[in-house]
């Protein structure tokens, strides 16, 4: 089974959402608790998402000059994007379970 290491998956969300937006610096929050990282994500996952969404309307209604490719394109990497927000909220939802279940 692969070990998802939540940093990583956070850094690399945050650097796939600032390629997605055209950017390609990432500001890096060092005293950021993980709350406020796992919020963040989350938002930046809801924004492409909604950014597919446009996409897709758009194109159905003619009005895209993005090609089909492009639309799939933006459409796959909310996909992956949420896939990973999800393992992440796993592993995390796993970890407190065995925090709590663990004997005293």
């Known amino acids: 089974m692969n070990e998802i290491n939540t940093d990583n998956l956070l850094a690399q969300m945050r650097v796939m959402a600032a ?6 610096a990432v500001e890096k929050t060092a005293a950021a608790d993980f709350g406020g990282l796992l919020k963040q994500s989350i938002d930046q996952v ?3 998402q909604q950014q597919s969404r446009n996409a897709k309307e758009a194109f159905q209604a003619g009005t895209s000059d993005m090609s089909l490719a492009e639309v799939m394109l933006t459409s796959e990497k909310a996909g992956i994007a949420f896939q990973t927000v999800l393992q992440v909220r796993n592993k995390v939802i796993q970890a407190y379970q065995d925090v709590i279940n663990m004997p005293l």
């Open 46 to 48: 809801n924004e492409m």
């Open 19 to 24: 390629q997605a937006q055209g950017g390609t």
